[in-house]
């Protein structure tokens, strides 16, 4: 039960070592300039591997739960779903329903925890197998790995780390499921990844540079840190520490930009209508003023 491409490579996982009767994913979205429906990147994988695939717009009817129970399954992985679970489903599975959430529970429990552990500037994140409970993210946990956030590391970066952690990690759950013992979540710890709002995104170089890295990369690709040259957007899609100071906003050599302590050079942007670009092109193709907005 999954959705985006960060589900993918745990689907292709489980395919190889264990038996997939059924694959769930949320209804194709309109996309795309014709805003034709499109299927997600887990109904495509599914499908490509010639599995059955459903995709109610909820579980919550008396029908969608008991075609559900009618699959017998032993056990549901869950990563990335983006539907709620009610309790007859949950209950459904021999076994349960198990949950790949990347975060090291009890932090950053919700819906955008790999956004939420950049933005906090956290020096480590991670994996952890959960048995789903009706509480959201509350189960117990059954296996966990942690990894280093790295320096330089966007949102992107950090979930294809994380998707590819949580297909080995839900394996090794599957294999030992038997004797695993799972581990209540301490009460002491608990925070929230509210869903990111793109309010959020605009920039403000009056902030210190470590600050704004974090926003930059951990806003990065969606739905991407921007601000503006002359009332030009620019999206700004990786960045990095660097040395300079002035004003805040002041445009330094090597697209590096004054914040209101330090200053971020930034190494991927983007102008609306454009491809992304690394700083030497960007400087190339766009004649900045002397400080950004």
Not at 18 to 28: A, G, K, R, S, T
Not at 34 to 53: H, I, T, Y
Not at 108 to 134: F, S
Not at 251 to 271: E, F, N
Request: proline content about 9%; some cysteine.
């Amino acid at each position: 039960m999954g959705t985006p491409e960060f589900s993918v490579p745990v689907l292709k996982a489980l395919v190889g070592t264990h038996e997939v009767i059924c694959v769930y994913c949320q209804p194709p979205r309109p996309a795309g300039r014709g805003k034709r429906d499109r299927p997600s990147p887990v109904q495509a994988a599914a499908e490509a591997m010639g599995l059955p695939v459903r995709h109610p717009g909820s579980l919550k009817g008396a029908e969608a739960q008991a075609a559900f129970a009618a699959l017998n399954a032993d056990v549901a992985v869950v990563v990335a779903y983006g539907l709620i679970l009610p309790q007859a489903v949950l209950d459904a599975p021999l076994h349960g329903c198990l949950n790949i959430h990347a975060s090291l529970l009890p932090r950053w429990r919700g819906a955008a925890p790999v956004h939420r552990a950049i933005l906090a500037g956290d020096a480590e994140t991670g994996v952890c197998i959960m048995a789903m409970e009706e509480g959201l993210d509350t189960g117990p946990v059954l296996l966990r790995q942690a990894t280093r956030i790295e320096a330089e590391e966007t949102t992107a970066d950090l979930s294809d780390r994380l998707s590819a952690i949580g297909a080995d990690l839900i394996r090794a759950a599957l294999d030992r499921l038997p004797d695993l013992v799972p581990e209540p979540q301490p009460d002491t710890g608990v925070t929230y990844a509210a869903k990111i709002d793109k309010a959020e995104a605009r920039v403000d170089w009056t902030a210190p540079a470590e600050t704004v890295d974090r926003q930059i990369r951990g806003l990065s690709p969606f739905p991407g840190a921007w601000c503006e040259a002359d009332g030009d957007r620019i999206k700004l899609l990786r960045s990095r520490l660097a040395p300079g100071q002035g004003a805040p906003g002041k445009v330094l050599p090597g697209l590096t930009i004054a914040c209101g302590s330090g200053a971020v050079q930034i190494t991927l942007a983007q102008r609306e209508g454009k491809r992304p670009m690394n700083s030497a092109d960007f400087l190339r193709g766009m004649a900045l003023p002397d400080r950004l907005s």
